[in-house]
């Protein structure tokens, strides 16, 4: 649906501008599906929030990027530009936990559902978590 290579998935790429009110950077993000739309909501809805919430959001680490998922054969999300890393300095990740599976997050709540409420499943909320992933998966929400 998104592209069968990398180069299919650029062609359904379109730009969007990440929080303009406060000069966020430009993404790249999937066209098909909605997806870029379903972005803009969320990032219009982030732009008004205080910049104590603001921070973990603000410098994001990407979308669009063709790789496998660290330690598997499968593909990310990030490759078909469904996903988006906001940003890493405030992120837990469960392969950086010393020591140990130990469950750890410090990204608000208040942005987890922002993110839902548009179709983004939070990576936080899985086993293997990664707290700065959002992935457009409406399909998962609707059950
Ligand atoms: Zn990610």
């Known amino acids: 649906m998104y592209g069968a290579s990398q180069s299919a998935v650029k062609d359904n790429l379109t730009t969007l501008k ?3 009110k406060s000069d ?12 870029a739309a379903k972005l803009e909501q ?3 809805e982030l732009d008004e929030l205080p910049p104590a919430l603001k921070k973990y959001v603000i410098d ?3 979308t669009f990027n063709w790789r496998v998922i660290s330690g598997t054969d499968r593909l990310s999300n990030h490759s078909f530009a469904i996903a988006i890393d906001i940003n890493t300095k ?3 990740y469960w392969q950086w936990a010393k020591g140990g599976y130990a469950y750890k997050n410090s990204i608000p709540h208040e942005i987890v559902e922002i993110f ?3 179709g983004f499943i939070w990576g936080g909320k899985w086993y293997h978590y990664d707290t700065m992933h959002f992935e457009y998966r409406p399909e998962l929400l609707m059950n």
């Open 18 to 20: 990440w929080l303009p």
């Open 24 to 35: 966020g950077e430009t993404l790249k993000i999937q066209s098909v599906n909605g997806v």
């Open 42 to 44: 969320v990032s219009k």
């Open 90 to 92: 405030h992120a837990d």
């Open 60 to 62: 994001t680490s990407g």
């Open 116 to 118: 839902e409420k548009h």
